[in-house]
């Protein structure tokens, strides 16, 4: 950029800088390492669809759905407008994808958050799909896998929002009445009422690197507090050290390494 012009003809998003590194990485780069930058190891957001397509087996994921998105149940001002703004740019109608698949033959169900609708905001629609999910898992005799990004509840439908985490919890454990397993994939950020609710009480519950998982974020809880934080305070380090995680695992070993742990609980006939 020269002379306070842009270029013409140069995509704006043809490199991406590392926030971790300050490293600049080609876009074509960044995707053909799953999102993770090639110099240091950083873990960027990953689409819900790019995420399915790490996990599941080939052709072997078949949406369930897809028609659900938000309405505006308390009038709240603009919010129609956002949503349609939202869907237009991400592709997707609401902050989750969910469908059935299966992961090295072993038949799933998969929830899979993506930040970039609403900061993957949990409304009433994201509660919905992710509980018809568990629903059918537990009655298809499949694992839940539920992939984490989100910033919370979503603030535009108050009490509606809310509602999600005991509906989702619920779910859950009549999931678990069923000797059925549970994964929770916690990714950058994992935040709010998602925290406090479905994100942190799998039967494993599996990071990516340095992400953040937390109720509320860092300043705020320093501002409430008055206090000084720990070292890596809210990142999955610091959680696996506390037990809240039961391992970290890098992206490009998620799909091997759920494969394995379905093989001791989900046994092949």
Request: proline share 5%; with cysteine; aromatic share 6%.
């Amino acid at each position: 950029m020269r002379g306070g012009k842009r270029n013409q003809g140069l995509p704006d998003d043809l490199w991406t800088k590392c926030h971790q590194c300050d490293e600049l990485i080609h876009s074509l780069d960044l995707k053909q390492h799953n999102h993770v930058c090639p110099n240091c190891g950083n873990h960027f957001l990953l689409p819900s669809r790019e995420r399915i397509a790490l996990l599941a087996d080939p052709d072997s994921f078949e949406e369930m759905d897809h028609a659900l998105f938000s309405a505006n149940p308390l009038g709240f001002s603009n919010y129609p407008e956002k949503i349609d703004s939202m869907r237009e740019k991400t592709e997707l109608n609401d902050a989750v994808v969910t469908g059935r698949a299966t992961i090295d033959g072993f038949p799933v169900a998969l929830a899979v958050m993506d930040f970039k609708f609403f900061a993957g905001s949990m409304g009433s629609v994201v509660g919905e799909k992710i509980t018809r999910a568990i629903e059918t898992a537990t009655k298809e005799k499949r694992a839940i896998i539920i992939v984490s990004a989100s910033s919370g509840a979503r603030m535009q439908e108050g009490m509606l929002s809310l509602m999600q985490m005991a509906k989702t919890c619920g779910a859950l454990s009549r999931h678990q009445e069923a000797s059925l397993p549970y994964f929770s994939i916690l990714t950058h950020p994992t935040t709010g009422g998602v925290t406090a609710s479905f994100a942190t009480i799998g039967d494993i519950n599996l990071a990516e690197p340095g992400c953040m998982i937390g109720f509320a974020g860092p300043r705020v809880i320093k501002e409430t507090t008055h206090q000084d934080l720990p070292k890596g305070f809210q990142t999955a380090e610091f959680m696996l050290q506390h037990g809240l995680v039961d391992a970290i695992v890098d992206r490009k070993n998620l799909r091997p390494k759920i494969a394995e742990i379905l093989a001791y609980l989900m046994p092949k006939s």
